[in-house]
Nanobody
């Protein structure tokens, strides 16, 4: 059974940093894309970042580009999200997601339960 489990969320002041981790189990994702999404109360789920399996290419949502960095450690089957210069509008539940195989486009097949990030002003 495939599981994704996020950790590292919490409460931080504006301007601070947090590092989220997503540990995968049940299969390896070294040849599939993994990503991060977030959802704030009353808002739709938003794309945050994605790391592909070819050359670990990284893509970011406009609202986080330049402040967040996605990385992965295939040996640990883990993906990370380093979040710097956090703003109150970054407050949301952050979800890790993974694709089952290459060529899935924007479709993600596995999701973690989410971790809360709260940024105080």
């Amino acid at each position: 059974q495939v599981q994704l489990v996020e950790s590292g969320g919490g409460l931080v002041q504006a301007g601070g940093s947090l590092r989220l981790s997503c540990a995968a189990s049940g299969r390896t994702f070294s040849s599939a894309a993994m990503g991060w999404f977030r959802q704030a109360p009353g808002k739709e789920r938003e794309f945050v970042a994605r790391m592909g399996w070819i050359l670990n290419s990284a893509y970011y949502g406009d609202s986080v580009r330049g402040r967040f960095t996605i990385s992965r450690d295939n040996a640990k089957n883990t993906v990370y999200l380093q979040m710097n210069s956090l703003k109150p509008e970054d407050t949301a539940v952050y979800y890790c997601a993974a694709q089952s195989s290459p060529g899935r486009g924007s479709q993600y097949d596995y999701w973690g339960p989410g971790t809360q990030v709260t940024v105080s002003s």
